[in-house]
């Protein structure tokens, strides 16, 4: 049985995945370091409430099999790209290399489909430079899961999102570009769990029709 270490705890695919493995028998225990409390009870559950910019108070406790990081935010609710960096790049990049220092063996990261450091757009060249910086990280496993744009269940409203997935649902529909629908929190989650029991060592990374396929059930 596994010991899980999450962080994103409080977002669309980390909530989604804190109650997945919470309910999976393969997982004895889940440490959380949030920002804030989830309100969540369970026997299973450690939940650390933390500041980030402060690792010396918390880093000690980042102990376990695997780590499993889905943080991240928009510009609008950053306030400033300096901010959403804060917590897209550096929280993520310092608990991952916090976790390769205490010995935790696996990691797996949710990054973006469009991810590429020589990108112009500040989004996907933050998310490549997070992927080139934590595949320099001593981990035994590492698994980079690249979803598209994320259906519904997201706390605050976003008309252009609302606009955009549901032309991507259409655009779904044709049997050639399948992958390209929007993905569900769950689903994404439900692949993160599935790549841990791959059983692989070496770095993975996974394309949007691949975590589709990755987030299906294990028979």
């Known amino acids: 049985m596994k010991t899980a270490i999450v962080i994103g705890a409080t977002g669309l695919v980390g909530l989604e995945l804190v109650h997945l493995l919470l309910k999976d028998?393969?997982?004895?225990?889940?440490k959380i370091f949030v920002r804030r409390a989830?309100?969540?009870s369970n026997v299973k559950l450690e939940e650390y409430i933390v500041n980030f910019?402060?690792?010396?108070?918390?880093?000690?406790?980042v102990t376990g099999d695997v780590l499993y990081s889905a943080?991240?935010?928009?510009?609008?609710?950053?306030?400033?790209?300096e901010a959403q960096y804060k917590i897209d790049y550096t929280y993520q990049y310092h608990t991952a290399k916090i976790a390769a220092a205490n010995g935790v063996p696996e990691y797996v990261l949710v990054s973006a489909?469009?991810?590429?450091?020589?990108?112009r757009i500040f989004y996907s060249k933050m998310k490549g430079e997070l992927e080139r910086d934590i595949k320099k990280l001593p981990f035994e496993t590492i698994h980079i899961i690249r979803p598209g744009m994320l259906g519904s269940g997201r706390k605050e409203e976003r008309t252009g999102e609302k606009i955009g997935i549901a032309f991507m649902?259409?655009?779904?529909?044709?049997?050639?570009?399948?992958?390209?629908?929007?993905?569900?929190?769950?689903?994404?989650?439900?692949?993160?769990?599935?790549?841990?029991?791959?059983?692989?060592?070496g770095i993975h990374s996974y394309t949007m029709g691949e975590v589709f396929k990755l987030a299906a059930p294990v028979m």
Do not use: H, Y
């Not at 028998?25 to 889940?30: G, Y």
């Not at 910019?53 to 406790?61: F, H, P």
């Not at 489909?113 to 990108?119: Q, R, T």
């Not at 779904?172 to 769990?193: F, N």
């Open 25 to 30: 028998s393969r997982f004895e225990k889940v």
């Open 38 to 40: 989830t309100g969540i």
């Open 53 to 61: 910019d402060e690792a010396d108070n918390w880093k000690q406790k």
């Open 71 to 81: 943080m991240g935010t928009t510009l609008k609710v950053a306030g400033s790209k």
């Open 113 to 119: 489909a469009g991810s590429n450091v020589n990108s």
């Open 169 to 201: 649902k259409v655009i779904g529909l044709i049997p050639s570009l399948g992958s390209l629908k929007p993905i569900e929190g769950k689903e994404v989650a439900q692949a993160m769990i599935n790549a841990t029991f791959r059983r692989v060592v």
